[in-house]
């Protein structure tokens, strides 16, 4: 069977329209399903152009069963967003062979909607929901085009056309927003399935590990505070305690079972309360300022370690509310076998280190004075702190200690709590993230992934753990001013973090649009849609009540908009002329041959005198609506009508006229 040519204009806006829904996928789908679906389209568009053979179904049927079980060996399965999308992708690659009719055409349409909503499900970032948007613009288009029957358009009538539909939308779409009730949770929340930590911090942490992060600018989290935000020195956002050790590598607990059961923590002094705006970690740990007393958030809930958990993975973005003590007491009493576990290290393990402790701790035996005491020899020594410290091997500690002294913060704070443990201190590290970026114009701190760090803990008797940051005597610049800072104090960096200011100032301007991207859209739930119809004068209103409500407004919007959409579309042909043709049979006096509409009022004037002036005010609007394309003459034609008096009504006025005489 060949094609006829027939579809040549709609078949293109078709196919550019599958195209954009497709092009989101691009990246995440196999090559194979990639080059299938683009061939496939090349294929139709040159049989439809040369009006050249179709692939008839001999072919397409194999075809169809054999990406069918390629789709289902890539994935493992036919459950979820990325197999399901595959599997619209063959089957709208395998249904373009097919189209011969305009239905055909609407399918495949069907399909590029579909696309575009599962690409949505993928990825909810600012700049897809832009590209989806012009994807549906050109899906619209090529809707009118296979729409249209007869002589096709010019693409510019299109696209008028659907720029005009997706304007007079506009209010009915925020209106199905703003009133639909809402499921708890993000609406677009869909579990990632990639199956990896996004912050890139892990429940281990050898050297090397954070500093691998300090390049990147992705966000983390965000956090907006209530007042004035506490000093950039006291912004340690705690997320991962690690307590055990083999030598090298440092391990946390699972925090499943670890749930507190009792207050362990006494908080005091500096209260600071904020909102946490944080990123998919596929993790259970949430991010906290030293030290959390209370939080609201579905399922979260502070571990025997003072860490926020949660009771299943953070698979989307989430928000919750803390409120975080600055200055605290925790756990000031520890049972004796948890401080036998917070001291050990393993049999062997680091001799050198192992020694250095013991000689000082002879020198020091107080626990505060010892643990100065390591922190001026930090200071004292030319430790140097860098991006890319030399590799260590099995005995880290000592060969950092001794024979390279340079690293990042979890080359320090892993050497720290080894001397502390080795002096008979309860020590365990703590990883998170330091500092964050303040926008000028947003009320809110960016904590990005370079803002990764580690610092250590000491428990001491009635004062319970004690944050010491050994980073900070080496590199106070990274504590109290940026990671750039402390960077170009030693030679590692001569230039900012970003280089360009303007280009920072994009930067940050940009990350403003996305995180209210995320809270308005993304993050629309029960609790802010409840926010916003307060705010509207709508109080305590169900989800009945708004069903109702939303059905109403968009009804109404409805009709307004069809009014409008009536109002402004171009009259048909034959309009005008149907609208002179009831003025005439309204007067009972029809137009001669060659007659203009001015020569016909002048003579139903000089018959009916009392029509003359509505007939010439209807000849006068029909001239100015019809061959000057005046919009209000136009609109005000139709009107004019009733000025004129039925042929009916005239002869029984005549009749009474006659009979008074």
Request: charged share 25%; aromatic share 12%.
């Amino acid at each position: 069977m060949r094609s006829t040519g027939e579809l040549k204009k709609s078949l293109s806006w078709t196919l550019l329209a599958l195209l954009f829904a497709y092009l989101p996928h691009l990246l995440n789908k196999p090559i194979w399903i990639s080059a299938l679906l683009l061939l496939c389209m090349s294929i139709r568009w040159w049989a439809e152009q040369s009006k050249g053979p179709l692939v008839n179904a001999w072919v397409r049927t194999p075809i169809g069963l054999i990406c069918f079980v390629a789709v289902l060996q890539t994935y493992n399965g036919l459950n979820g967003v990325a197999p399901g999308s595959a599997l619209l992708a063959v089957m709208a690659a395998l249904k373009v062979l097919e189209t011969r009719t305009q239905r055909d055409q609407f399918v495949l349409l069907f399909i590029s909607l579909f696309m575009v909503l599962a690409g949505f499900l993928v990825e909810q970032y600012l700049w897809s929901g832009l590209f989806h948007l012009i994807s549906v613009s050109v899906i619209v288009t090529a809707w009118l085009a296979v729409g249209r029957r007869g002589k096709p358009l010019s693409d510019g009538w299109y696209l008028r056309q659907m720029r005009r539909h997706m304007l007079l939308s506009i209010p009915v779409l925020i209106a199905m927003w703003v009133l639909f009730p809402r499921v708890p949770g993000p609406f677009w929340a869909i579990p990632t399935e990639s199956g990896k930590a996004n912050t890139g911090l892990s429940k281990t942490m050898s050297p090397g590990d954070i500093s691998q992060l300090s390049e990147s600018d992705a966000v983390a989290f965000r956090a907006e505070f209530e007042g004035i935000p506490p000093a950039k020195d006291q912004l340690y956002w705690r997320a991962i305690v690690m307590g055990r050790f083999d030598g090298r590598s440092w391990a946390s607990d699972d925090p499943v079972n670890n749930r507190v059961r009792d207050k362990c923590v006494t908080a005091r002094g500096q209260e600071a309360r904020y909102k946490v705006r944080m990123e998919a970690t596929n993790q259970r740990w949430l991010f906290a300022l030293d030290m959390p007393s209370d939080w609201e958030g579905r399922g979260v809930y502070r571990s025997r370690v003072q860490t926020l958990q949660r009771r299943r993975p953070v698979d989307e973005r989430i928000e919750y509310t803390v409120r975080s003590f600055l200055d605290y007491n925790a756990d000031p009493e520890l049972l004796p076998r948890t401080q036998r576990f917070y001291t050990h290290l393993p049999e062997g393990s680091n001799p050198r280190a192992r020694a250095f402790a013991d000689e000082l701790r002879k020198t020091y035996p107080d626990q505060r004075d010892y643990a100065q005491a390591v922190l001026n020899h930090f200071t004292e020594q030319p430790y140097y702190y860098t991006l890319s410290p030399p590799a260590l091997g099995r005995e880290a500690v000592d060969e950092f200690l001794f024979d390279t002294q340079r690293g990042y913060s979890e080359h320090y704070a892993s050497s720290f709590a080894y001397l502390m443990r080795a002096g008979g201190i309860p020590a365990r590290i703590v990883a998170g993230y330091q500092g964050g970026e303040t926008y000028p114009f947003a009320d809110y701190l960016i904590i990005r992934q370079s803002d990764a760090h580690a610092w250590t803990e000491i428990w001491l008797p009635q004062r319970g753990w004690v944050r010491v940051d050994p980073t900070a005597a080496v590199a106070p610049q990274r504590i109290e001013q940026d990671l750039d800072s402390a960077l170009r104090e030693f030679g590692e960096r001569s230039d900012s973090l970003f280089e360009l200011a303007m280009l920072e100032r994009l930067k940050l301007a940009w990350d403003m649009v996305n995180a209210r991207w995320n809270e308005w859209v993304l993050g629309y739930g029960p609790e802010t849609q409840k926010e916003l119809l307060e705010k509207l004068g709508l109080q305590d209103v169900g989800w009945r009540d708004m069903i109702m409500l939303a059905i109403v407004l968009v009804g109404i919007m409805t009709v307004v908009t069809g009014y409008l959409w009536i109002a402004h579309q171009p009259p048909r042909p034959d309009y005008y002329q149907a609208l002179f043709r009831r003025a005439q049979r309204r007067t009972g006096i029809l137009a001669r041959r060659g007659e203009t509409a001015t020569g016909w009022a002048h003579r139903v004037g000089r018959e009916h005198p009392e029509n003359s002036l509505a007939a010439r005010r209807f000849a006068r609007h029909y001239l100015r609506a019809r061959y000057a394309g005046n919009t209000t003459a136009r609109r005000r034609l139709p009107l004019t009508l009733f000025g004129i008096r039925g042929r009916w009504r005239n002869r029984f006025r005549r009749i009474a006229h006659s009979n008074q005489k």
